[in-house]
T-cell receptor
Framework: DSGVTQTPKHLITATGQRVTLRCSPRSGDLSVYWYQQSLDQGLQFLIQYYNGEERAKGNILERFSAQQFPDLHSELNLSSLELGDSALYFC????????????FGSGTRLTVV | AQSVAQPEDQVNVAEGNPLTVKCTYSVSGNPYLFWYVQYPNRGLQFLLKYITGDNLVKGSYGFEAEFNKSQTSFHLKKPSALVSDSALYFCAVRDRDQAGTALIFGKGTTLSVSS
């Protein structure tokens, strides 16, 4: 157990739907990062939050959004889902903004049918 | 912009032989460099990192990596491979001179160790 908790572990949903993925960072970590892993794109950085504020943005689609709450857990919202959104979504956390090293959760496998 | 290249999709090696997984990077400033390993249906696990100082970095499970600034490389090595080392390996970089950046990962290299 890495200390980073992601729920749910698996999610199957239909095209056009909206889902929310949840991440609880390791105790004491202030930064949360979201990554998408797919076979063709590899591991793509989506977005980072630090202590409730957006810190860095990567290849995140406009249909996707995220937030970090006062208790530091984070949610990634994916809407108007397409077949191509099927992927593993990882959350990672680190103690600081820069984050010399990240601790990863075990991921949420999203399947869009 | 920062980027990472792992030129080999797959590396095959026999158990007991040395292994090398290649990584080159591009950043405008000074790099933080990392190696992570992913086993099937698991998250990424930290192996080792280069922040500053000694160019040869030792990490978990007998792995090491050498930072080469002139070649912008950070190859992962192990003197004697084990079948249990078979997994997906990711190299990652972050520009430590730029605020507001996250770790950027390579596409990964599958290491297959045969008995």
């Amino acid at each position: 157990d890495s200390g980073v908790t992601q729920t749910p572990k698996h999610l199957i949903t239909a095209t056009g739907q909206r889902v929310t993925l949840r991440c609880s960072p390791r105790s004491g970590d202030l930064s949360v990062y979201w990554y998408q892993q797919s076979l063709d794109q590899g591991l793509q950085f989506l977005i980072q939050y630090y202590n409730g504020e957006e810190r860095a943005k990567g290849n995140i689609l406009e249909r996707f959004s995220a937030q970090q709450f006062p208790d530091l857990h984070s949610e990634l919202n994916l809407s108007s889902l397409e077949l191509g959104d099927s992927a593993l979504y990882f959350c990672a956390s680190s103690p600081s903004r820069g984050g010399a090293g990240y601790t990863f959760g075990s991921g949420t496998r999203l399947t869009v049918v | 912009a920062q980027s990472v290249a792992q030129p080999e999709d797959q590396v095959n090696v026999a158990e007991g032989n040395p292994l090398t997984v290649k990584c080159t990077y591009s950043v405008s400033g000074n790099p933080y460099l990392f190696w992570y390993v992913q086993y099937p249906n698991r998250g990424l696990q930290f192996l080792l990192k280069y922040i500053t100082g000694d160019n040869l970095v030792k990490g978990s499970y007998g792995f090491e990596a050498e930072f080469n600034k002139s070649q912008t490389s950070f190859h992962l090595k192990k003197p004697s491979a084990l079948v249990s080392d078979s997994a997906l390996y990711f190299c990652a970089v972050r520009d430590r001179d730029q605020a507001g950046t996250a770790l950027i990962f390579g596409k990964g290299t599958t290491l297959s160790v045969s008995s």
